[in-house]
């Protein structure tokens, strides 16, 4: 049986703090998790928070980070904690951790994957996103895994200040890491994706590119193509480039999918002086890009409620979901404002109330585009991971 369960604190973190938290899942639980899964936001006295946490819950597989808000069975906070549990006799779980990884992210990715379970039938991926490329953490993972896991999950924030970033794993608070979290057991897993963007115009070449920089389209200037593109709003870069990322074509893929474009790149700055866009992930000499828009508030829930329903269809007739995981973008949190937690009420509306829900707003989201698929790495994107637990018959 699986039980799961959220709660969150808002309160200068400390120790006591810590052990709130903990204490208030022991007991929606009816005993100690399993795993657990901590999101806040950077501050004072997060080392404490993290111990009395540790202390309460009595589970060594404490995973998560900071962020740029959070999500619970609360509704959407910020400056806040929460803590997600999960108690299963039937679901084991494994945590794992990778530093260094400005140094070398593909290096990290195939450390991660060497350190968790060949047993592993999901799993959920942090890592720091101002110091780590996320698209070669993935290559390095796949390396021994393939592409056969559902891998998702997001990375970390720190309050929209972009100067540090932690990740936890266990008792340690790292930053410059990667972490990461094994689902092994009786369970299925269904993933699910949508932004809210949609396309605009033909696609255009990527002619000159490295990393996450892109330097040509179709042969021309890429910021001169995006400053044509977005008018008098050029002005206004780098914030506006949120408003219109870029979404990748590949050679086998359209940009078909219902709510937008699959794999999306936000612009986070340009250079004038060799005409460069600095995007938010890695982007590939010779695919095709095309211009996106279409970032109302109402089109940004739609494509919540789109991503839920996703993701529960995926897991087919098995019933309901014991327990959501929310991976979402701090650039729709951005776009939304206010209304910010409208976006985890249109999840819970598909889900089902009072569904067990817990997650971040990220700087970055790992999840399959397709299902079946390669995980792959997005911006601006929610995703979602839910889980239910098959039961083992006990006949003999």
Request: glycine share 12%.
């Amino acid at each position: 049986m699986l039980k799961a369960a959220s709660t969150m604190v808002k309160q200068p973190y400390s120790k006591c703090a810590g052990a709130i938290l903990g204490d208030a899942l022991v007991a929606k639980l009816g005993r100690h998790p399993d795993a657990c899964w901590l999101f806040c936001e950077p501050g004072n006295g997060m080392e404490d928070l993290v111990a009395g946490v540790l202390e309460s819950v009595g589970s060594k597989n404490l995973i998560g980070c900071t962020s740029d808000g959070e999500i619970s069975n609360s509704g959407f906070s910020h400056g806040s904690a929460v803590l997600g549990g999960i108690a299963s006799d039937t679901i084991s779980f494994s945590i794992a951790s990778a530093s260094n990884i400005s140094s070398d992210s593909e290096r990290a990715g195939r450390e991660l994957a060497q350190k968790l379970p060949s047993s592993a039938r999901h799993v959920q991926l942090f890592s720091d996103s101002l110091t780590g490329n996320a698209c070669a953490i993935l290559r390095g993972f796949e390396s021994r895994f393939g592409s056969r896991i559902p891998i998702t999950g997001g990375t970390a924030g720190d309050g929209a200040k972009f100067v540090k970033t932690w990740q936890f794993a266990g008792n340690q608070i790292l930053t410059d890491s990667a972490i990461a979290i094994a689902f092994s057991g009786s369970f299925r897993v269904g993933t699910g994706l949508r932004s809210g963007w949609f396309r605009v115009g033909v696609p255009k070449k990527v002619t000159r590119a490295h990393g996450n920089l892109l330097y040509r389209l179709d042969g021309e200037p890429a910021w001169q193509v995006y400053k044509r593109y977005l008018g008098s709003l050029s002005s206004q870069m780098p914030g506006v480039g949120a408003q219109f990322p870029l979404g990748i074509v590949q050679e086998d893929e359209t940009l078909t999918h219902e709510g937008g474009a699959p794999v999306l790149r936000a612009i986070m700055g340009h250079n004038e002086h060799d005409g460069s866009l600095v995007l938010g992930g890695e982007i590939t000499q010779g695919s095709s890009v095309v211009m996106c828009t279409g970032s109302t508030r109402d089109k940004i829930l739609d494509a919540s409620g789109d991503a839920a329903r996703s993701a529960v269809n995926a897991l087919g007739n098995s019933g309901p979901a014991d327990v959501v995981f929310v991976y979402s973008c701090m650039a729709r949190r951005k776009l939304l404002g206010m209304h910010t937690k409208e976006e985890s009420e249109r999840i819970s509306q598909v889900v089902g109330n009072g569904t067990p829900m817990w997650g971040f707003y990220t700087y970055g989201e790992y999840c399959p585009a397709e299902a079946d698929g390669p995980c792959r790495y997005h911006n601006e994107t929610a995703i979602l991971a839910v889980i239910k637990e098959r039961e083992v018959s006990l006949k003999g």
